[in-house]
């Protein structure tokens, strides 16, 4: 067993714990007072790290809520039997590129409840959540995106969300100048004033892929910083790509525009942005928050990334050595790159696999108990993908928990439960009833087996589900029983940000 620094939990979102009798600020309610329980699940090892609780406890869920947690006896309409299993908060992905029915499954299985698009996000808002409403197996919600707002001004194309578009309409944009034109003050303005109306339609903040927009001024990015903190949304970050001021002087920019003008920062996969400078830059984000900052951070428990070799985070690579392109991988065929392919899959596009990061080094990140766990999954919508939009949840509990006994598993529920609920809440208050086990919270559970729970998916086979995560419930319905996603059901909810 390793020994790692330890954080406060509860301090890392700058938030009050929620209260030690489980109410979560609701009123205690009596089986008699709310009459037949829809489901009770019985007999489980409840653990609800917004309190702290661990315990066995009987549930009992009515109308889609918690009604009770308790060590009575309860009777209900349908009765579930969770001895062995663990009952925790469903899972809580602030990073997840996989906004599609396919990918959604794939998380369900493994314990997502609420799957939210906050890195790229989209454009524009209610044209996007249009296309998922009523047809969800889970809850859904994004960012409103700074480059679907680029790509409108300088291009005029709606990208809606680029990470689940066509080959060919990923092909339109790349044929535009959106990521790459150096814009006016007054086209930031206009950037702007899509940013704030993708908020009136329901953002959760604004979502930065700055290393894809290289034609970003810090200027704009710096403009659109104050737009946010006068709004009070977030900023959910992609950094500058490193061949720009490398990696410190990325992470210094985002640190230095969230100081100067107020506004709530989280940074996202700090294993990839960071690389082997992870413990210098994760001391940067808790000195900042030292002096008072809104920081935020996540990781996610694989040392290889993904995006598209089309992108602008592969435009440096025309003359690199040979053995670089080793380390890609594409998607899928699972064959490893030559320079000679490297340059026939860029002109076509595509997603590929970039491994080198060291695991020594990821497992330090991915635990610390002040990084988040997100899995920044890629879509399964197209065909094979990267195993993080698979196994991320399972992977952490079953190696970093069970195995490897890198944390407990009350902190790693911690980091896919409270913590990225408490992130997100101020700005969508139905998130103050999410990633918990509390009376009056919303029924969305998780159910595993903490023996056998782990990831499936593979490099070479990403889209296999998780094992040992047996039941997933989104507002007391099962998405997930036994083992099995449940066919023809879709309870999940857009996730709106009121600001």
């Not at 009459?35 to 653990?47: E, K, N, T, Y």
């Not at 406890?57 to 006896?73: C, L, Q, S, Y």
């Not at 994760?282 to 598209?308: C, F, H, V």
Request: net charge negative.
């Amino acid at each position: 067993m390793r020994a790692f620094s330890v954080i406060p939990i509860l301090a890392v979102v700058g938030c009050q714990a929620d209260p030690p009798d489980g109410s979560a600020g609701f009123p205690e309610q009596s089986a008699a007072e709310v009459g037949a329980f829809d489901l009770v699940i019985s007999g489980g090892r409840v653990m609800d790290p917004g309190t702290g609780l661990d315990a066995v406890k009987n549930v009992g869920i009515a109308d889609g809520r918690i009604v009770a947690v308790t060590e009575d006896p309860l009777e209900g309409s349908e009765s579930l039997e969770a001895d062995g299993l663990v009952v925790a908060p469903g899972f809580i992905d602030l990073h997840a590129h996989g906004q599609d029915p396919v990918s959604a499954r794939l998380q369900a299985a493994d314990g997502v409840t609420t799957a939210l698009e906050m890195e790229i996000g989209v454009f524009p808002v209610s044209e996007w959540i249009a296309t998922r409403e009523g047809q969800a197996i889970i809850n859904f919600g994004a960012t409103v995106s700074h480059a679907g707002a680029r790509f409108m001004v300088v291009d005029g194309i709606k990208a809606l969300h680029w990470p689940t578009l066509t080959e060919e309409e990923s092909a339109a944009l790349d044929a535009g100048m959106g990521a790459y034109a150096e814009i006016t003050e007054q086209q930031i303005g206009e950037v702007i004033e899509l940013l704030e109306d993708g908020l009136t339609e329901g953002g959760l903040g604004i979502g930065f892929g700055i290393t894809y927009t290289p034609g970003a001024s810090r200027l704009e990015i710096l403009r659109t910083f104050e737009m946010a903190a006068t709004r009070g949304v977030p900023a959910y970050v992609h950094l500058r790509g490193r061949d720009s001021g490398g990696t410190l002087g990325a992470f210094q920019e985002a640190i230095a525009d969230a100081a100067i003008t107020g506004a709530s920062l989280h940074i996202v996969h700090m294993n990839s942005s960071s690389g082997e400078l992870a413990p210098v830059t994760l001391g940067m984000i808790r000195g900042a928050r030292d002096q008072g900052l809104d920081i935020t951070t996540e990781a996610y428990p694989y040392t290889a990334g993904s995006t598209r070799i089309e992108s602008a985070a592969y435009d440096s690579w025309e003359d690199n050595p040979d053995a670089d392109f080793g380390r890609l991988q594409w998607a899928v065929t699972g064959e490893r790159l030559t320079a000679e392919t490297f340059r026939q899959y860029r002109a076509t596009g595509g997603w590929v696999i970039a491994h080198g990061r060291t695991e020594e080094m990821n497992e330090w990140v991915t635990v610390q108990p002040d990084v988040m766990v997100a899995s920044d999954g890629i879509p399964f919508l197209y065909g094979p993908a990267h195993p993080r939009g698979a196994g991320t949840y399972a992977r952490v509990l079953g190696r970093y928990v069970r195995e490897r006994e890198s944390l407990s598993l009350m902190d790693a529920l911690a980091k896919m439960t409270i913590q990225p609920a408490r992130r997100v809440e101020d700005v969508a208050p139905v998130m103050a009833r999410k990633g918990r086990v509390q009376v009056g919270s919303d029924a969305d559970l998780t159910l595993f087996d903490p023996e056998t729970v782990i990831d499936r998916s593979t490099y070479s086979d990403g889209d296999q589900p998780s094992a040992g995560i047996v039941h997933v419930m989104v507002e007391g319905q099962f998405v997930v029983r036994d083992g099995e996603v449940v066919d023809g059901v879709f309870p999940g909810k857009v996730i709106r940000g009121t600001r």
